[in-house]
């Protein structure tokens, strides 16, 4: 299973980094992320500057996950401000045994914004496995 994965970069993606560059800076969003990392300023800052690394546009992995063989399910807010449905359609185009889970009223993280769906989908689909 994989939610809200990132196979290659996208125009979105990069606009909300920088907008959350912006927000780390100015308001509280150090202090809310401090909550969750001991190091906040390492975990923050090494997420932000690789993904606005100029050299790391190009960055995929699309030809590398065509070697997975396990059935996946792959999840996507509709409306995450961090990638867009491209993501798991591209999966299951390159890993056509993906089951995909497209939610609605949902951004990035589905386990906040959806948790009953996600939960849901997510207990069918390891049943299914079984």
Excluded at 42 to 50: D, I, K, V, Y
Excluded at 72 to 96: F, K, M, N, S, W
Excluded at 115 to 125: K, V
């Amino acid at each position: 299973m994989v939610i809200a994965p990132h196979i290659m970069v996208e125009d979105v993606t990069l606009q909300s980094i920088e907008r959350a560059r912006l927000a780390y800076e100015q308001s509280d969003l150090r202090s809310k992320l401090a909550r969750h990392h001991a190091d906040v300023d390492s975990a923050f800052w090494g997420w932000n500057n690789m993904w606005l690394a100029p050299q790391f546009r190009s960055w995929s992995i699309e030809k590398d996950i065509r070697t997975i063989s396990c059935p996946v399910l792959a999840i996507q807010g509709i409306d995450d401000e961090y990638g867009t449905l491209a993501q798991i359609r591209d999966i299951q185009r390159h890993v056509p045994q993906t089951q995909l889970l497209e939610l609605g009223n949902c951004g990035h993280w589905p386990q906040r914004d959806q948790p009953q769906a996600l939960s849901r989908a997510c207990a069918g689909f390891y049943r299914a496995q079984v």
